[in-house]
């Protein structure tokens, strides 16, 4: 199966991907996530006024070369960057590991090379690519829809379908995907004109979940691409239900799947500086639909693809390795901006708490779908 499939539309963190890591090769899926920051408490020492401290050689600690195995593991780290990096092709590689090998010449133990792979993760200059420690992958292949932000949808002004999708992370995106288009339907019964679909929230996750969660609005088809540096894509899709990538299923709704009342309603896409990643994908997903514009600010600005790669400890980098593509062949790799930019207070509405541009709003009920309803 190829490699960049897992990264962009398997669930997250499947339990078969972690047992037995034998194999410091290993691909599995991951996302991006914002890792903790600990801050070290110190403790001050007053020294004595009568006694003045002399080392000696038992007390003076040896700071020692790196090891065998710290040095190993680090070298694993480095050859799969070296190897699958989207910007593989612009580093000095030589100046790359020595510098990474500077920061850890002490390392005794794999865990002591960790913040040398960060730093080398940082250097690749992809601003996405991203290490995750053994406790934190295995804290996130945990997680359930109970403690992620969960869908939500309205029904505005009695004509504009909404919904919020945010990011996505766990192992239960099969559920999460139903309860969006269970969301979708229980509005849709009630003949909205058109949709805006929020993404201002969307931190990123599975891309996956999302896709098969919005389909019906999304549209049946292919709906973008992953394209590595070779210029080699896998085409993402929505079909019945089901979110594909390269051709094979990676997350399905339970039971039938839901199809909109209306054939390809009008669909504002609302973004902002949050909307990242996976979230951005779903931006890119709607770019070239029919009946589509939107509204907000830009995004984070990392529209790429991480594949996960886990290492002997249980620690996984999360590699760049892809750029996405919408479905006329555009790719991004930066910020994505808006059809309309809207960053003034005065150009907002609050509808059923829920914080909309009034531009989209205007758009939405200049469509044709729009214009009869009273």
Known sequence: ????????????????????????????????????????QIPSVTPSPTTTPIPTA??????????????????????????????????????FR????????????????????????????????????PEESTHLQQLTLNDIPQPRAKLLLNKLGFVAIGGFAGREGDKYATLAQQLIRDIDTQEPCGWIVDLRENDGGGI?????????????????ASVKIDGSKEIWAYKDGQALAGGQVFVQVDGPAYRLKASSPPVAVL????????????????????????????????????????????????????VFADRTGQTYEDRIYPDEWVDEAQKLTIIMDEIIPKPAIDWLMSQTACRGQK
Request: net charge negative; aromatic share 8%; charged share 15%.
């Open 1 to 40: 199966m190829n490699k960049i499939l897992r990264s962009a539309f398997s669930l997250l963190w499947m339990s078969s991907w972690l047992a037995g890591c034998a194999s410091a090769t290993t691909p599995m899926q991951t996302f991006p996530t914002q890792l903790p920051t600990f801050t070290a």
């Open 98 to 133: 020595d510098a990474a090998f500077n920061i850890a010449e002490h390392a005794q133990t794999p865990a002591d090379t960790h913040r040398a792979i960060r730093y080398a993760l940082y250097q690749l200059g992809d601003h996405h690519s991203h290490f995750l420690t």
């Open 208 to 224: 996956g979940p999302m896709v098969a969660g919005l389909g019906p609005i999304l549209g049946e088809g292919q709906i973008g």
């Open 271 to 322: 973004t902002g500086m949050k909307t990242a990643s996976a979230g951005e994908a779903i931006v890119v997903a709607f770019r070239g639909r029919p009946n589509t514009r939107s509204f907000g600010l830009y995004t984070a600005g990392v529209p790429t693809g991480n594949e996960g790669f886990t290492l002997s400890d249980g620690a996984v980098i999360a590699l760049t390795v892809a």
């Open 58 to 95: 038992s007390s003076t600690p040896q700071l020692l070369p790196i090891s065998a195995e710290a040095s190993a593991y680090l070298n694993e780290a480095l050859d799969i960057m070296q190897n699958n990096s989207l910007h593989r092709d612009n580093i000095d590689w030589k100046r």
